[in-house]
């Protein structure tokens, strides 16, 4: 089974820090996507790539940056956390867009 | 106008019994998926369904894929504690998958 991996299931950070959210794959899948998950909003997508280097806007992406130097990790850069910022991340691979695993999530609060 | 409506959005009922939640929307789509999240955790892929018409089963879980493929149902059969989650349904589109906002299930025992 595909395996997503993501490196802190909770954070709490303080206003104005630089945050890093990483998640690693084990199944070689070259599509790799951030959400974030807010009650009443649902999955919300922030960044995805295709490939290594490669890097999307989703919806959402205004305070966000990402990373992809390798191909099983996907990063997640907040350059400047903000209370609104606070949410529950979700990363996801997946082969083709016919389903997607995902990783267990980080719930990052901001204070 | 939100791309894909789940109904209802809230359901909450005994365990034993049956029930339905729908999935809609107003464009066709190539692929649907279902997944279920349970608190705390990422959505797990309960199905995907491609052709219209489709029905697919998955124990005491029967999706269903509209002949126009703009919509899809689930259906519980003699549902359990084990069930309660909350159910989202996902479009494909453009390599990309588009979620909607979800039914939160509640089984009662």
């Known amino acids: 089974d595909v395996k997503v991996t993501q490196s802190s299931r909770y954070l709490v950070k303080r206003t104005g820090e630089k945050v890093f959210l990483e998640c690693v794959q084990d199944?070689?899948?070259?599509?790799m996507f951030w959400y974030r998950q807010d009650p009443g909003l649902g999955l919300r997508l922030i960044y995805f790539s295709y490939d290594v280097k490669m890097k999307e806007k989703g919806d959402i992406p205004e305070g966000y940056s990402v990373s992809r130097e390798k191909k099983e990790r996907f990063s997640l850069i907040l350059e400047s956390a903000s209370t609104n910022q606070t949410s529950m991340y979700l990363c996801?691979?997946?082969?083709?867009?016919?389903?997607?695993?995902f990783g267990s999530g980080t719930r990052l609060t901001v204070v | 106008t939100q791309l894909l409506e789940q109904s209802p959005q809230f359901l909450s009922i005994q365990e034993g019994e049956n029930l339905t939640v729908y999935c809609n929307s107003s464009s066709v789509f190539s692929s649907l998926q279902w997944y279920r999240q349970e608190p705390g955790e990422g959505p797990v892929l309960l199905v995907t369904?491609?052709?219209?018409?489709e029905v697919k089963k998955l124990k005491r879980l029967t999706f269903q894929f509209g002949d126009a493929r703009k919509d899809s149902s689930l259906h519980i059969t003699a549902a359990q504690p084990g069930d309660t989650g909350l159910y989202l349904c996902?479009?494909?589109?453009?390599?990309?998958?588009?979620f909607g906002k979800g039914t939160r299930l509640h089984i009662l025992p």
């Open positions: 996902a479009l494909g589109r453009d390599d990309k998958i588009i």
């Open positions: 369904v491609v052709t219209g018409g």
């Open positions: 996801a691979s997946s082969l083709i867009a016919y389903g997607y695993t």
């Open positions: 199944m070689d899948h070259e599509n």
